[in-house]
């Protein structure tokens, strides 16, 4: 199980599942279940990474030595940071400012981490090394994260306490002198200056080689299905563009869930979601894909993907200026209008995913469609219910904003199709989702369910008119989704009169069908 680093797998705590796993102690995973979840993710499923998250949650800070002395045998086989990598995720300070003090805790972990391996193996292992920094719009975060851990962390070894006693006289020396930081990058500006974000970080700490981690997410939740994707697209070729012009080895990452309209990475739909992010070296193994799926399914899917031949031609994943501007055109194109309907349903969608399932201990968070910047003052819930909550409104938020393919041209069309491989499967396997009888008593009672905006149901059936028009079946097609179908009006039907004991068994029950949650 050796792994040439990067790895090609990285098991994520997202919590996107309905089926709660037999060794959890209660509803959502939490405490030491989350140690036990990480030795399964390497153990059981075979993820060559697990990514440890403190963003807008909380994280044991001891991770690194409950799973040594817990799991002994295998972390003696399979040495941490060497066979298998354990990655943080830290807060953004800048925006999760509650969260500021846990930034600097969790760098903290390192050297522990650390110490604690060290004593473990019998000699120097850099068991923890590497950070994720979300929502990262400049080069300066990165910059500040590595200097607080190289000043900070490191550098308090040399303050001096008393009568020439200083800190490392008293804590020891500290371990790895620096770290690896991976710029998280999720909303439209920050995609599009991923070289500029690149290239001023390597400016200022000449890193040899550098991740690079693309969300897929929040930029759907925030702009839509197809603008999600061609901004991957776009800052995928511009970070290997970048790279190259550099002489740095970039590997990107993208976080990939298992609904198509958060990137359709679940075990049956793994080899097309390689092909459609060609030069992306690690994709994330979210919760869902792990715990909504059989486990032989499963684990064939991760040795799969961890076996994959990795596309590592630069120039076929590099998009030309021309290019580029056509698929743009595109994106802004379809935003208005996607965010038009999303400006409309927000309420409802808010209101449904307070029914959601809690999977996780997670602390409020808003998406950045809802930060003071975002688009029209609008607040949403984190994306896993945001995309939940649709679904189970029989309304999947992948055909919104779809009408305005009817506007493409013939270059337009064309980059589409090169550039999105699989957007008609994507709106395909979303289709029988469609609820028409619930667009339509959503409309009805939309005054009850606090909508205001009456014309934004004249856009949803232009979307569906469109998917039509396409050649896309709508709405359900096998005896499951027709289930879907008729819990989707019960939960509509039930919202209506208040009933939301009654709505929250609905919106599990449409999640267990589907198989995620969101």
């Known amino acids: 199980m050796h792994v040439v680093y990067p790895p090609r797998t990285m098991c994520s705590q997202h919590p996107d599942y309905v089926n709660v796993p037999s060794w959890v102690n209660g509803e959502y995973i939490q405490g030491d279940d989350e140690v036990h979840e990480a030795y399964l993710a390497y153990s059981y499923y075979g993820c060559q990474e697990v990514m440890w998250d403190f963003e807008g949650k909380d994280a044991d800070f001891y991770v690194i030595r409950k799973l040594l002395s817990k799991y002994p045998d295998f972390f003696r086989k399979y040495v941490l940071g060497e066979d298998v990598y354990l990655t943080l995720r830290v807060p ?26 060290r004593e473990f193996y019998g000699r120097d292992a850099r068991a923890v090394f590497q950070v994720i920094y ?23 070894g040399e303050v001096e306490l008393i009568d020439g006693i200083k800190v490392i006289d008293v804590l020891g020396d500290v371990m790895p002198k620096t770290i690896d930081v991976i710029p998280l990058v999720e909303d439209m500006g920050s995609l599009l200056n991923i070289g500029g974000i690149i290239t ?14 693309i969300a897929r997410s929040d930029p759907a939740m925030n702009y839509g299905l197809i603008p999600a994707v061609i901004l991957a697209k776009i800052a995928i070729s511009r970070t290997l ?26 075990p049956q739909n793994v080899d097309n979601v390689i092909g459609e992010y060609k030069g992306v070296i ?3 193994v979210q919760s869902s894909f792990r715990y909504d799926n059989p486990y032989g399914i499963v684990k064939d899917a991760i040795s799969h993907v961890n076996e994959s031949v990795i ?36 309420s409802l969608i808010n209101t449904v995913a307070s029914l959601m399932p809690s999977r ?5 968070h808003i998406g950045l469609f809802g930060y003071s910047r975002g688009f029209r003052g609008i607040t949403l819930p984190r994306a896993i219910p945001f995309v939940a909550s649709l679904y189970s409104l029989g309304i999947p938020p992948e055909i919104i904003g779809v009408s305005t393919l009817r506007d493409l041209g013939e270059e337009e069309w064309r980059v589409l199709n090169e550039y999105y491989l699989g957007w008609r499967r994507d709106l395909d396997n979303a289709g029988k989702y469609v609820c028409l009888e619930c667009i339509q008593l959503i409309m009805n009672y939309r005054s009850e369910l606090g909508i205001v905006n009456s014309e934004i ?7 569906i008119r469109a998917l039509e028009w396409l050649g896309i079946k709508v709405g359900p097609r096998d005896y499951e989704s027709r289930r879907h179908e008729l819990y989707a009006q019960l939960l509509i039907n039930s919202l209506r009169e208040g009933r939301y004991d009654d709505s929250r068994k609905y919106v599990i029950e449409m999640a267990r069908i589907r198989g995620f949650l969101g």
């Open 360 to 364: 996780r201990a997670r602390k409020l």
């Open 200 to 213: 001023g970080f390597w400016k200022v700490a000449r890193p040899r080689q550098m991740r690079v981690f």
């Open 282 to 284: 690690t994709f994330t």
């Open 311 to 346: 596309n590592d031609d630069v120039d076929g994943s590099i998009i030309n200026n021309y290019d580029e501007y056509v698929l743009l055109r595109i994106v802004n194109h379809y935003i208005n209008d996607y965010q038009h309907v999303i400006e409309g349903l927000a």
């Open 241 to 266: 563009n970048t790279g190259r012009e550099l002489g740095v080895d970039v590997y990107p990452i993208i976080g990939v869930g298992s609904v198509p309209f958060r990137g359709g990475f679940n």
């Open 457 to 463: 149901f004249t856009k949803i059936e232009d979307d």
């Open 92 to 117: 953004n300070p800048r925006v999760e400012v509650a969260e500021r003090k846990v930034f600097s805790q969790a760098l903290e972990l390192i050297p522990v981490a650390n110490d604690v391996a």
């Open 134 to 156: 979300p929502l990262t719009s400049s080069w300066v975060d990165l910059a500040l994260t590595l200097r607080y851990y190289e000043r900070v962390i490191v550098g308090k």
